[in-house]
């Protein structure tokens, strides 16, 4: 939802302005959290934490490797992370630039506005119509989606179809990113769900920083529109990989 009101604001009251908004709407939150000396969990006393560092996560992920489904499904996460991850947004301009339907600032507001509203459609489509169940078939078809679309994004010169893709492809993200860990918890053991959990969140959060180099660096030399296109192909390949290991595996939820 955060970049269909970033696009809104950038559209309406500029860019100047659109982030100085941007940032007051946190201040309130700032400011009461300066004021808030405990979480509101009255439970939590005497339980110990569970903080996945990157040591730590390497030995979860040694205790869960028999268990293929929620490998695939951490793989998954990682896939997106690291080949696409934070870069569509930021690398957004220069598509903008390129698709140039109006002024430049316009194009990237619209572009970010459609991302964004896809991420908004795909939640509310999975909330409303409960058909697509949390599956490892539905988790390797949206992360697909995701990455095909994206790929047709990095490489289309039409500004409509550019719209249509992004649109897409953030409903695929939503659905990817929310069936996924879905399936991580409901298949955790309940002594490790904290941790495997954690797990998820440093492959789906902690490796976004790799697509500074797969397409940030890479574009510097090959150009973005190509590092992007290169990044989606291997996420998809990567992405059949995945279903194919959980297929492999012994314990696995309904394909």
Do not use: W
């Not at 904290?194 to 790799?210: P, S």
């Amino acid at each position: 939802f955060g970049p269909v009101v970033g696009s809104v604001l950038l559209l309406g009251l500029g860019p100047t302005a659109g982030i100085f908004t941007n940032i007051a709407f946190y201040l309130p939150l700032t400011l009461f959290l300066f004021r808030t000396k405990f979480t509101g969990h009255t439970r939590d006393a005497g339980l110990a934490r569970t903080r996945v560092g990157l040591v730590d996560s390497l030995r979860v992920l040694r205790d869960v490797r028999s268990n293929h489904t929620l490998v695939s499904m951490i793989m998954l996460a990682g896939l997106g992370s690291f080949f696409i991850g934070a870069s569509l947004q930021t690398s957004m301009p220069i598509f903008a630039h390129a698709l140039g339907a109006g002024g430049a600032g316009i194009a990237y507001g619209v572009l970010l506005f459609a991302n964004g509203a896809g991420g908004v459609i795909g939640g509310i489509l999975l909330e409303v119509t409960g058909r697509i169940r949390p599956n490892v078939r539905a988790a390797v078809l949206s992360t697909a989606l995701y990455g095909v679309t994206t790929l047709v994004f990095a490489f289309t010169a039409s500004y409509p179809v550019a719209l249509i893709m992004l649109v897409i492809s953030g409903a695929a993200n939503l659905a990817s990113m929310s069936i996924s860990q879905t399936v991580v918890q409901l298949l955790a053991a309940p002594k490790d769900r904290g941790r495997v959990v954690g797990l998820y969140g440093v492959a789906a959060n902690g490796l976004r920083a790799g697509s500074g180099f797969t397409v940030g660096l890479l574009g510097a030399a090959l150009g973005v529109h190509t590092s992007l296109g290169l990044s989606c192909a291997v996420m998809c390949v990567g992405t059949v990989a995945a279903g194919v290991y959980a297929l492999r595996g012994h314990r696995s939820v309904a394909f």
